[in-house]
């Protein structure tokens, strides 16, 4: 019965478009709460896995659901490695300085550069938005540019003029790269019971462009700072785990591929599998961290020892900098460590059977394909990193989600329609410590509903499910997102 | 013992508010009339010195030493007069907080204040002197607001995350090149760009801190402390700015020099108006502040917030961010106050100012606080807390001056071996704080979000 289910699903997901988001879709079967879901049947059935386990980052969840519910280390990090800890901390807070400056172990910002210091985008160890106000600049969202091609290593070929991503903030005398300006349009849509709901499409504009106007072939990708929880338990998936659910061909036929990315890792100079970033595109915290040092603060490292400045920018290329590199092995080992070990914050309101049939329905539904629900560690991990049953509510493969949400960049094997299934766990507390429900790659989706209903393409199956729920069901879901 | 003593005693003489009515039982008055008189004090500081003598009225924790801690709490009384213990409540504790934190804020602006007269002299008619003046008012301003420091970090008036302009008060690392010239970079900085910035006035500077979100942070008392000692060159000493570089010219040193001095008295006046924002949210009585909606709270909401700040200032900070940091990477400068070697002082005062928080002490006053609260659920935790707390503070004075010379050399240097064994007792403290939360039924967070 359920397999008949999601083939007829698949086929009306293939069609989906967001004209179909409008309240054109057929009428669908509704989800019985009480449906069992051992929906992929090429995957090897998942042990009944119990609703409303409120340690979803395994030993090392923490009980905090306030302001620093994202910000606290790892409970089962022993008291001996917790100074270590703080350290991290210290320098993810820590804003970099002009070079030359007396404060020689953080001076060397920029020359161009989106931001300070890591917590300014990853604020409170949480999650960047697009711009509220008008007059707001970016902060906590970057562009992602590149032209047609690859570059040496596989990845994305850069804007000559720009580079990788475009830095809004300079030192003085350096101009800054230029300025974004999103405008939405609004789209209306009904669920299957006739509710509205309106969706926002953002467009771009680039203004101020201090090295001539983009190309006509540009690739723009904006992505929000993901929250900074778990990272290392992520880390610590073993590839074999995470390539188990990769089902590249849809040989099950599911309507949901998963396919993982490969990517080049700098330290072992070689491919390897991609597990961070929006498109996965980073194989290890150390690269992710060394890449957004130099590309968003604008800080050399021993993996990323050039300055951030493209042929263009004489003024970037002749400025001082803060050594070679401006940040060394000691703090990027410190940064990765403080990253690797950032708690996941506990569940909350699991007794409460609202939420309980809102997990259901999330299984139910279909959204489980994909944010898979539970994952065990690799043994021979860092020890409190180590064995743990975790609940990240993702299987970090890449799933085509229509070309609503396309940046249509590809990045390594990514293509311009894939995004990475982002981790849910944490999510419910977004809106406590960023003070934002702003979700997607770039923040498009104001809350939950929106956020599920622009999922299309593979998620499309899921989403229509979602929108054919009645009222009740639907706030059930949110429910229980809202208690990760 | 002795300079250490006077040290403190100085700089709380800096920092005491109004005087109060003597009391039946009074820290630090061995004779027992009711109030501390230097005799007392002698007395207390012998006995610490282990120089003989008795008096039970300054070792308030009856552990047979008088610590530094006990100290301070007889040097208050003795300026300001006695006021008893009353029986805690929550709410009491929460009324002691907003009241202690209101009269440190007084203190702050009281000193902020002086510094911005010191300026405005020294700008108007620059000479060593007159730089001199202001030096001495920049060190004398710092005590207090490094005691207040335990009231961040849980959204409170100094550093919410919309409104708290805690950013522009004690910004650092400050970025120095943004505001006047540094070594390798004669023509660095706003000072020097005239072509950029025609007129450097409090406005602008506002505009430079409140622009885009990630303007570079102009102002605050590291801003200041800039453009009074300039870079830190020295092994030995701090900085060693002339005072000619406010003086314009044949005399006058660097370029520029009517911008510099019209940038730090822009920067003084920005310095005050911004704390008297953050005091202004502390004044009891006022429909509509922080404190209205403080004392209104839950009493346990408040004292979570209280707890979240203790405990976030002695681990995330002052552990991680001020001591750990400057340990590992050995970076010379990897200091607070770089420019004036004055980052001992911070360290003491950040963690004396934890200590007013748990013991409700300020201004003469002590308690009720959270102290009170354990004791009646777990008195030999509220022991141990205070205690470890007294031994932190110890272990922070024994760390040699100046902190940038400290951390050097092999983990075997005096210097470090000093810096490790506070760090060993932060931790403690760290610990010991968040057990004294969950003894009162609260779990906080003590990591710097």
Same mark, same amino acid.
């Given at each position: ?85 703080? !350290? ?287 994952? =065990? ?108 | ?71 301070? =709490? ?237 405990? =976030? ?51 003469? !006053? ?10 009646? !659920?777990?008195? =030999? ?69």
């Amino acid at each position: 019965m359920t397999k008949v289910w999601h083939v007829r699903l698949a086929a009306i997901g293939l069609a989906a478009n967001l004209a179909a988001c409008g309240g054109g879709g057929q009428p669908l079967p509704q989800a019985t709460p009480n449906a069992t879901t051992t929906a992929r049947p090429t995957v090897t059935p998942a042990p009944a896995e119990p609703l409303g386990d409120v340690l979803s980052g395994g030993a090392g969840t923490v009980n905090d659901a306030t302001l620093s519910a994202f910000a606290q280390p790892a409970r089962n990090l022993p008291l001996d490695r917790r100074t270590a800890f703080f !350290v991290g901390n210290a320098l993810f807070n820590r804003d970099w300085v002009i070079a030359p400056s007396s404060t020689t172990g953080s001076d060397g910002l920029g020359p161009v550069f989106n931001a300070r210091s890591c917590s300014s985008c990853h604020f409170r160890d949480g999650r960047g938005r697009p711009p509220i106000k008008p007059d707001e600049s970016f902060i906590g969202m970057l562009f992602r540019l590149s032209i047609p091609g690859q570059a040496a290593d596989g990845g994305p070929l850069p804007e000559p003029s720009y580079g990788n991503q475009l830095n809004q903030a300079a030192i003085l005398r350096v101009p800054a790269e230029g300025h974004a300006v999103a405008t939405y349009e609004e789209l209306s849509g009904a669920y299957a019971d006739g509710e509205t709901y309106s969706l926002r499409r953002p467009t771009y504009d680039f203004v101020d462009l201090a090295f001539g106007p983009l190309p006509d072939d540009i690739q723009v990708s904006p992505r929000t700072a993901p929250f900074m929880i778990g990272l290392g338990l992520l880390e610590a998936l073993s590839e074999a785990n995470i390539l188990a659910r990769a089902d590249p061909d849809d040989a099950d036929g599911d309507g949901i591929s998963g396919r993982a990315n490969t990517v080049w890792d700098v330290r072992q100079q070689t491919t390897a599998l991609g597990r961070f970033g929006w498109k996965a595109n980073v194989p290890s915290l150390e690269q992710q961290n060394s890449g957004a040092f130099n590309g968003d603060i604008g800080i050399t490292s021993p993996l990323f020892p050039t300055q951030n400045c493209t042929a263009a920018q004489a003024a970037c290329l002749a400025a001082p900098d803060g050594g070679e590199p401006e940040a060394d092995q000691k703090k990027i080992d410190s940064v990765t460590f403080y990253s690797r070990f950032l708690a996941v914050p506990a569940r909350r309101d699991v007794a409460d059977p609202t939420v309980l049939h809102g997990e259901q329905l999330f299984r139910d539904v279909g959204c489980a394909a994909c944010h898979v629900t539970s994952f =065990t560690t690799r043994a021979d991990a860092d020890s409190p990193l180590a064995n743990q049953r975790i609940h990240p509510f993702t299987d970090l493969l890449l799933h085509d989600m229509g070309a609503a949400l396309a940046d249509d960049r590809p990045d390594f094997a990514a293509d311009g329609q894939e995004w990475r299934t982002p981790p849910l766990w944490g999510i419910g507390l977004i809106g406590t410590v960023n003070k934002h429900q702003l979700f997607l790659h770039d923040g498009r989706a104001r809350g939950f509903a929106e956020a599920i209903l622009w999922h299309d393409g593979e998620g499309a199956a899921a989403r229509e499910m979602f929108r054919h729920l009645p009222s009740a069901d639907r706030a059930a879901l949110i429910r229980f997102l809202e208690s990760l | 013992m002795g300079a250490i003593v006077f040290g403190l005693a100085l700089s709380l003489a800096l920092t005491v508010g109004a005087g109060r009515a003597s009391a039946q039982s009074c820290a630090g008055d061995c004779d027992g009339d009711g109030s501390v008189s230097i005799g007392d004090l002698v007395s207390g500081v012998n006995l610490a010195l282990g120089s003989g003598g008795d008096c039970d009225a300054v070792d308030t924790n009856t552990d047979g030493e008088v610590s530094i801690s006990e100290l301070v =709490t007889a040097v208050t009384n003795a300026l300001d007069g006695c006021t008893p213990v009353g029986p805690a409540t929550r709410a009491g504790v929460v009324e002691r907080y907003a009241a202690l934190l209101y009269a440190n804020y007084g203190d702050v602006l009281t000193g902020a204040t002086a510094l911005r007269t010191a300026i405005d002299a020294f700008v108007a008619a620059p000479s060593a002197a007159g730089l001199q003046a202001a030096k001495d008012a920049w060190l004398a301003s710092r005590p207090a607001y490094l005691q207040t420091e335990m009231a961040r970090f849980y959204d409170g008036p100094i550093d919410n995350a919309a409104t708290g302009p805690e950013g522009f008060i004690n910004a650092w690392p400050l970025d120095e090149a943004y505001i006047d010239y540094v070594v390798g970079s004669a023509d660095a900085g706003i000072i020097n760009a005239p072509d950029l910035y025609p007129a450097i006035t409090p406005e602008v500077l506002v505009e430079l801190n409140e622009g885009e979100s990630e303007t570079t942070i102009a102002s605050g008392y590291h801003a200041i402390e800039f453009l009074l000692w300039g870079q830190d060159l020295s092994d030995t000493g701090p900085g060693n700015r002339p005072f000619n570089d406010y003086v314009t010219g044949s005399s006058g040193t660097a370029s520029n020099q009517a911008r510099r001095g019209d940038y730090l008295r822009a920067a003084a006046k920005l310095l005050l108006d911004d704390l008297t924002l953050v005091r202004d949210q502390w004044e009891p009585g006022v429909e509509g502040n922080y404190r209205a909606a403080f004392v209104a709270l839950n009493a346990d909401e408040a004292l979570r917030r209280l707890l979240t700040g203790m405990g =976030t200032m002695s681990g995330g900070e002052l552990t991680g961010q001020r001591l750990s940091v400057a340990f590992d990477t050995k970076d010379q400068e990897d200091e607070h106050s770089c420019f004036s070697d004055n980052t001992h002082v911070d360290h003491r005062n950040d963690e004396i100012g934890i200590q007013n928080a748990f013991l409700g002490r300020y201004g003469g !006053v002590t308690g009720p606080g959270i102290y009170d609260l354990v004791k009646a !659920v777990d008195p =030999t935790l509220a022991d141990a807390t205070r205690n470890v707390m007294d031994e932190a503070l110890t272990a922070i004075f024994a760390i040699p001056v100046p902190f940038d010379q400290a951390i050097q050399g092999p983990d075997s240097s005096p210097g470090r071996v000093a810096i490790a064994a506070a760090i060993a007792k932060l931790n403690q403290q760290t610990d010991k704080i968040a057990l004294s939360a969950e003894a009162l039924g609260i779990s906080i967070s003590t990591t710097s979000p």
